[in-house]
């Protein structure tokens, strides 16, 4: 069964820094395509950033771009989201997702900038 859990979401004040951690079970995580996607109420959800299965290949959305890091420690089943400089806009849940037909997801976490 796969599990991916999210953790590290809070509240920050805008220009601060927040990690989140995707801890991932049930399936080979090597092999998978990970991402970060977020979403705000009414709003369709947004990938954030994505990773290939070595780490090697990346891509953010222009939104983060210089401020966001994705990461992940294949020997650890752990993906990561290194969050700087934050912004008001940054507000969001943030799901671990794994890159499938259908995509998994977590169960989120939420991230509040605001001062």
């Known amino acids: 069964q796969v599990q991916l859990v999210e953790s590290g979401g809070g509240l920050v004040q805008p220009g601060g820094s927040l990690r989140l951690t995707c801890a991932a079970s049930?399936?080979?995580?090597?092999?998978?395509?990970m991402s970060w996607y977020r979403q705000t109420p009414g709003k369709e959800r947004e990938r954030v950033a994505l990773i290939g299965t070595t780490g090697d290949s990346i891509n953010y959305a222009d939104s983060v771009k210089g401020r966001f890091t994705i990461s992940r420690d294949n020997a650890n089943n752990m993906l990561y989201l290194q969050m700087n400089n934050l912004k008001p806009e940054d507000t969001a849940v943030y799901y671990c997702?794994?890159?499938?037909?259908?995509?998994?997801w977590g169960q989120g976490t939420q991230v509040t900038v605001s001062s």
């Open positions: 997702t794994r890159i499938g037909i259908p995509n998994s």
């Open positions: 049930g399936f080979t995580f090597s092999r998978y395509i």
